[in-house]
């Protein structure tokens, strides 16, 4: 079974910074592309960033530039680094992963202040 499970979300300032990750109980974590989605009140989710096995990134444009994804293969975890927070970053964010099927963590929350 297939466990995803987010941490590091949090209250953070305009301009300021958060680390996000997420840990992984599943096998061949390698073959799974992982990713970070989040969703803010009355709005539906959105791509936020992907990285693939072999470390090929994608990001929104909305980030670009202020947000990192990463990944330790070894320790099953996916990390995302968002730098330079905006006050419309706040959201839950989800950590997805894809291989054939797609799995979700139950999400973490996301709440900066202007």
């Known amino acids: 079974q297939v466990r995803l499970v987010e941490s590091g979300g949090g209250l953070v300032q305009a301009g300021g910074s958060l680390r996000l990750s997420c840990a992984a109980s599943?096998?061949?974590?390698?073959?799974?592309?992982m990713g970070w989605y989040r969703q803010a009140p009355g709005k539906q989710r959105e791509l936020v960033a992907t990285?693939?096995?072999?470390?090929?990134?994608n990001y929104a444009d909305s980030v670009k530039g202020r947000f990192t994804i990463a990944r330790d293969n070894a320790k099953n975890t996916v990390y995302l680094q968002m730098n330079s927070l905006k006050p419309e970053d706040t959201a839950v964010y989800y950590c997805n992963g894809r291989v054939i099927s797609d799995y979700w963590g139950q999400g973490t929350q996301v709440t900066v202040s202007s």
């Open positions: 599943v096998s061949f974590f390698s073959r799974y592309t």
């Open positions: 990285i693939t096995g072999g470390g090929s990134t």
